[in-house]
């Protein structure tokens, strides 16, 4: 059964305009009776067109199911379910965590809302809000790209103690850089991937890891700094930080040993895929299912956990690291890559048990959409069919930014 | 049919933003820019009193496409950018319904129809200011910053719907239009010597819940003849109303969860006092909250005097605006017969022999009547959900529309005494009867020293509840006018 974030809409804050009817582009996807206005779940496809016209607000509605609520069932209601799946969340709570959602959306956007595959385990999510959030201690930050490199990226260990923060891999936490911005405003959340697999950083620690890149930019012929992540990349042991989540409940990992994980990544898009390796380590080789990695850096040097991927055998990971900038004429992308194993991208992608990841910056999406594209056309296969069905069966997630 | 893209940009350089390619056509731009200051200066004698250089959290449409329709941010209101926008044009659209049907939406004015289209864009654009007129000394008296700002966003939007019909009357009816759209200006709201010209927005807005039943039921008119206008031949007048019900919506919105505060917090009050008679009144007042009764009253005052916007149910002049393919009927493209309603009838309630009964009337000159049944039937759906909640709060109370017959001065029943149960009855009756049939006077003192402003940034009367939900996701507590 598959666990979807459903889209619904408060009877209790609509008034019955027919605004979003109106917007909605898709012919029934939303409907009303005398009673009640109502999203059908097999036919909304999330483009969002509803939500910014609605006048009230009662558009903005998720409920994370198993079974999405039939119409009938909506039809029915005076009032929205409490949200079996969420956490307790009063006053100021539900914005925050909408903010996040916001962020994953956005994150989303290359694949539009999709299912979780189908064997992922259940996640929990918004365990804990801005306005209560989790305090992790610093257990841990260590630079895993190589000195005087230009990329300081970091392996941040946080220890939740007594308090309860249970993670899948592929989601997601929010951190709260202390402080208030120029406005008074307390600082926006940060959504990191958790790098680290569902048992711990360390196997039955209660703890994670993040991946986090320190982010200079020049403006004004100066250099500004990243807030969050130089917050983050500079943390020391024992240091505490105010956790939000956890968030994601479609980027998840297949629990099925038999599902095979392609997985596409640059820079520190490589946290959900090291947590997914390292839960396939953990679990030792038990079932057909490949693991197969495209992982795209500047250089060797620059590539996040280079040492431990080198450790990996080849029967667990099937790794293709890829340089950007390594000597003259040998610039190469992950896209480049894929076209080199063709072969066998083209039969995972026949295979219905592949699940196909991307994780990385924005720009990456249209270099492995042509990639995949250019593969299926050399394997007479339709790549938009293809990517129909995976995105509908929950094998195919963006997570881009 | 295909949706044209083209038009979906909105140029926000110009000096009037806009989707309708103005900066192209100099002699509207330079029309509209004449007009521009005089709107302005009007905003300043007329617009809502006191708050001009406070800063609001509005919503601001930077495009016509569901996307870019809402930008929040704070801004002062003589900023906000009021201007022209048109939904996105649909390709081949025909004429639905009248005599024209399945021909060519007209991208010109008629010159048959002339003076009759501009006789429906004035008396449209005339409600627009109107009501920022009678609404304008609101925010003295606020209940909370989150009403406020909900006040002003209604009023820059009827602002900006008056910008819609004068760009309607200054591009399509030449020399009149521009004179019309000046008058615009110069009529003001309950003015002896230059009335609005319909009478309910001559009438005050004098205190919070009269604003909340005024949204609600008053605007709901606006709302039908939007709907009505919407279906319009001229598809210029389409294109403008189909984007104004959208904004309009929003003041629907304002109404029907403004009149559910007000009641959530007067069950909630009765039940932490353990009063259980919605009748007991004194009890009920002494705790700072308005009784049911007193609502039920307000309301039929409200729905009345709004059924008589609706003009007389039988009309000459409607019939005529549909036949002509001018002004159609609520929701046409839903109704299943042939459009023309050459043949068809329509029952229209009229007084016979001492007794209210439904008549069958001509279709075509019933129009009017069928748009009021329309207009009660989807003003009911608010009021049904209200009584929802009273219930849910376990108080013995339900509130009902009045009968349409009720407090008329316009149309089949202006000579008839009507009690809001639908019931005949002598004048004498009625007027012995009137202090439980509409407000009294000393309901509207006691409603009036209720009005206290409530200007702490999440602090709401002792007479309202905070809302469910805040405006954009924001918390109820957020400072949606900066009053410092």
């Known amino acids: 059964m598959v666990f979807m974030r459903q889209h619904l809409i408060d009877p209790e804050v609509c008034i019955r305009c027919n605004t979003c009817e109106e917007n909605c582009p898709i012919e029934g996807a939303i409907e009303h009776n005398d009673d009640n206005y109502v999203v059908n779940a097999a036919l909304c496809e999330y483009c969002m067109n509803c939500i910014a016209p609605c006048p009230t607000g009662a558009i903005n509605n998720w409920r994370n199911v198993r079974q999405p609520y039939s119409l009938e069932q909506q039809y029915l209601w005076d009032e929205l379910p409490a949200s079996i799946e969420w956490a307790d969340t009063e006053g100021t709570t539900e914005a925050l965590e909408e903010e996040a959602n916001q962020i994953l959306d956005v994150a989303h956007q290359g694949s539009g809302v999709v299912p979780a595959p189908a064997t992922a385990a259940r996640p929990q999510i918004n365990l804990w809000s801005q306005g209560s959030p989790a305090k992790a201690i610093v257990a841990g930050n260590y630079r895993i790209t190589e000195a005087g490199t230009e990329s300081d990226v970091r392996h941040i260990i946080l220890d939740f103690g007594s308090q309860s923060f249970p993670v899948l891999e592929g989601q997601s936490l929010g951190v709260i ?81 038999a599902a095979h994980i392609v997985m596409l990544c640059t820079g520190t898009g490589v946290a959900p895929f090291r947590a997914m390796t390292e839960r396939r380590r953990r679990m030792g ?113 963006i997570e881009t930014y | ?243 104004m019900l959208t904004e309009e919506a929003h003041h629907m919105f304002v109404g029907e969860s403004g009149v559910m505060r007000v009641l959530e917090r007067t069950c909630e009050a009765m039940n932490e006092a353990g009063i259980t008679d919605p009748y007991d009144v004194e009890a009920i007042r002494k705790m700072g909250v308005i009784d049911l009764p007193t609502v039920q009253r307000k309301l039929n005052f409200h729905m009345s005097v709004t059924h008589d916007l609706f003009g007389s149910e039988l009309s000459t002049n409607a019939a005529s605006a549909f036949e002509a393919g001018l002004k159609g009927r609520f929701k046409e493209e839903k109704i299943d017969d042939d459009h023309q309603l050459y043949d068809d009838t329509y029952p229209v309630t009229q007084l016979l022999d001492g007794q209210l009964i439904d008549v069958e009337e001509n279709a075509i000159a019933a129009i009017n009547g069928r748009l009021l049944d329309d207009y009660i039937k989807d003003a009911k759906g608010g009021i049904g959900r209200w009584n929802k909640m009273i219930a849910k709060l376990g108080i013995q109370f339900e509130l009902t529309a009045p009968h349409k017959a009720f407090n008329r001065d316009i149309g089949q029943f202006s000579d008839v005494c009507v009690t809001p149960q639908g019931y005949i009855v002598e004048q004498a009756t009625f007027e012995a009867n009137i202090s439980s049939y509409l407000p009294t006077e000393s309901d509207l003192n006691y409603i009036n020293s209720l009005m206290k402003p409530c200007y702490e940034k999440g602090q709401y009367a002792t007479w309202i509840n905070p809302p469910k939900v805040g405006i954009n996701q924001r918390p109820v507590d957020f400072e949606y006018v900066k009053l410092a």
């Open chain 1, 177 to 257: 850089p202390p402080g208030v911005d120029d406005n008074g405003k307390p600082h926006a959340v940060r959504l990191y991937s958790i790098s680290s697999p569902r048992d711990g950083e360390r196997p039955n620690y209660n703890n994670l890891s993040l991946t986090v890149k320190r982010i200079a930019y020049g403006e004004h012929d100066e250099t500004k700094k990243g807030l969050a992540s130089n917050y983050m990349c500079d943390l020391q042991k024992g240091d505490e930080v105010e956790i939000t989540g956890p968030f994601g409940s479609t980027f998840l990992m297949p629990n099925d040993a």
């Open chain 1, 285 to 397: 080789i038990v079932g057909s299912g490949k693991t197969m990695l495209f992982f795209g850096a500047r250089s060797a040097s620059e590539l996040p956990y280079f040492g431990p991927l080198q450790k990996l055998s080849g029967e667990l990971l099937d790794q293709e690291l890829v340089y950007s900038r390594v000597g003259a004429g040998t610039k190469e992308y992950v896209q480049d890559r894929m076209l080199k194993r063709a072969s066998d991208l083209a039969e995972l992608l026949e295979d219905e048990n592949s699940h196909f990841f991307v994780c990385g910056l924005k720009g990456m999406e249209t270099g492995v959409e042509n990639s995949f594209k250019q593969i299926c056309l050399e394997h007479n296969m339709d790549w938009d069919k293809i990517r129909t069905t995976l995105l509908a069966e929950g094998r195919y997630h």
């Open chain 2, 1 to 243: 049919m295909s949706t044209e893209n083209v038009r979906v940009e909105v140029d926000y350089n110009a000096s009037i933003p806009n989707n309708v390619a103005l900066a192209e056509d100099r002699r509207l731009l330079k029309a509209l820019e004449e007009w521009h200051p005089q709107y302005l200066a009007w905003w300043g004698d007329m617009g809502p009193e006191g708050f001009n250089d406070k800063e609001v959290y509005l919503r601001t449409a930077v495009g016509v496409d569901p996307k870019g329709w809402a930008v929040f941010d704070h801004v002062k209101m003589p900023d906000y950018r009021w201007g022209i926008l048109l939904a996105p044009k649909v390709e081949g659209r025909t004429i639905p319904f009248g005599k024209h049907k399945g021909e060519p939406v007209w991208q010109e004015v008629p010159a048959e129809y002339r003076s009759m289209l501009r006789r429906l864009i004035v008396i449209q654009g005339d409600t627009e200011p109107a009501s920022v007129e009678q609404q304008r000394h609101l925010g003295a008296t606020a209940p909370s910053l989150y009403d406020m700002r909900n006040l002003f966003q209604v009023n820059v939007e009827e602002g900006r719907h008056l910008w819609a019909m004068v760009y309607l009357l200054v591009k399509y009816f030449g020399k009149d239009g521009r004179e019309e759209a000046k008058m615009m200006l110069q009529r003001r709201s309950g003015n002896e010597d230059s009335p609005r010209i319909l009478g309910a927005f001559n009438e005050e807005t004098p205190d919070w819940l009269s604003f909340f039943m005024f949204t609600y039921f008053t605007d709901r008119d606006g709302k039908m003849q939007l709907e009505s206008l919407a279906q319009s031949g001229f598809d210029p007048l389409s294109l403008s109303c189909r984007f």
